[in-house]
Nanobody, 114 residues
Framework: VQLQASGGGLVQAGGSLRLSCAAS????????MGWYRQAPGKQRELVAS???????NYEDSVKGRSTISRDYAKNTMTLEMRSLKFEDTAVYYC?????????WGQGTQVTVSS
C-alpha cells in the first residue's frame, strides 16, 4: 500500500483546512486509516482514525472541530479541520493498517499563524 498525503499549508488561526490521503496498491487489505501529527520536539500523536466500518476516533483537542472520512470508491481519506489553533501546527501523516502491516504516507506540513 502506498499513501500520498496532500493539502497542508499555511493557515490563519480560526481558519480551516482539508487534508487528503490517497491510497494505492493493495488497498483491499486496509482495515483502518488515520491521521497522525508531529510537532517539533514532540512525539507523533494520533489525530483521528476511521475503521472500515466507519467508526471514528478523535484526539481530545480536535474533537468537535474535525471530521475524518473515507471515500472507498476513490480510495481516499480526508481530514477536515476547523477553528484551527496555533497548537495544530505540525507535520501531518496518514497511516493505514492491515492485518500484518502498517503503512505511512509522507508528511504534509500544516502551519497555523496566530
Amino acid at each position: 500500500v502506498q499513501l500520498q498525503a496532500s493539502g497542508g499549508g499555511l493557515v490563519q488561526a480560526g481558519g480551516s483546512l482539508r487534508l487528503s490521503c490517497a491510497a494505492s496498491g493493495s488497498v483491499f487489505s486496509i482495515n483502518g486509516m488515520g491521521w497522525y501529527r508531529q510537532a517539533p520536539g514532540k512525539q507523533r500523536e494520533l489525530v483521528a482514525s476511521i475503521t472500515n466500518y466507519g467508526a471514528t476516533n478523535y484526539e481530545d483537542s480536535v474533537k468537535g472541530r474535525s471530521t475524518i472520512s473515507r471515500d472507498y470508491a476513490k480510495n481516499t481519506m480526508t481530514l477536515e479541520m476547523r477553528s484551527l489553533k496555533f497548537e495544530d501546527t505540525a507535520v501531518y501523516y496518514c497511516k493505514a493498517v492491515s492485518l500484518r502491516n502498517v503503512y505511512w504516507g509522507q508528511g504534509t506540513q500544516v502551519t497555523v499563524s496566530s
